[in-house]
């Protein structure tokens, strides 16, 4: 990993939303952004775990997974980590964009996905992790 490689988290307990996550997103999300490395996080332990050692830019949470649903791992973590790195839920659908308000992720994408779509939010977020003139 290059020190200018920036830590993606993606966390759900189906191997397939992960899939289509990094598919979505590809090696470098943003021409402006420095490569993505992926950390494929299939359980809550994980996720905590990863994001308590730090090194994570943004982390990827599926509000549909269980046992531990991604919107209640974004509120634990905004309540436990000072300066948690931004957080965008995947919902189950459009209308649960207000779960994600009250899970204090960063920004909330639905499911189906829209590459288009995940792909600007994840963008605009990494942005502000990257240092100017990166």
Known sequence: MSENTLRVLVYSDDVTV????????????????????????????VVIQQMDAGH??????DGEAVPAGGMGIARQLTDEIADCPPLVVLTGRPQDAWLATWSRADAAVPQPLDPIQLASVVTGLLRERVPAGS
């Open 18 to 45: 992960r899939r289509q996550v990094l598919l979505a997103l590809g090696s470098r999300p943003h021409p402006d952004l420095p490569e993505v490395e992926y950390v494929e996080v299939a359980t809550e332990p």
């Open 56 to 61: 994570i830019d943004l982390a990827i949470l």
